[in-house]
């Protein structure tokens, strides 16, 4: 796990500014969990009733500086907690949508697909992550976790895709939302 600070967040349409000190910034869509009750040691039975609604998430990355880090045993906090770095979509409330389980997540770059997985391959449920950071955490109203992603993500591939200026990320989570940020050099 990682934290990111609230200066990560941006809404969609708002422009994604290319942070300095990379030269790999990678992308990662994932589903987002908007809390709307407490969770503290909660159980994956009861995990869910804590939950508000779920959104399109997008976890940017300064891939070569979380590697350098881990390299030197270092928290990835260089790499992972960005300005800009967590655009997300509008939040759809669990009691009109339900808990997604399934459903394509898709990432655009410049129009072009660049990851495509779905919910069901996700390595835990969300339920199991809220028990599980309920353990360690007095999560409640207001907090957001990002679920991880399925595959995909950019530094994977071979190449390995990354952003740049001028780019346009869209991404999509089926049932869920989408999201369309611009990636503007930030000098």
Known sequence: YFSKSATTLRQDGETLGYPPGTENYHFEVELVVALGGPAFKTTKEAALDAVYGYAVGL???RRDLQLSERAKQRPWTLGKDVEASAPV???SPAARFGHPTKGAITLRQNAALKQNGDLGDLVWSVAEIIA???GFYHLGPGDLIFTGTPAGVGFTRKPPIFMKPGDVV???IESVGTLRNPVVDEA
């Open 132 to 134: 599980h950071l309920s």
């Open 59 to 61: 976890d940017m990355t």
């Open 170 to 172: 869209e991404v999509e």
């Open 89 to 91: 979509s509008a939040i």
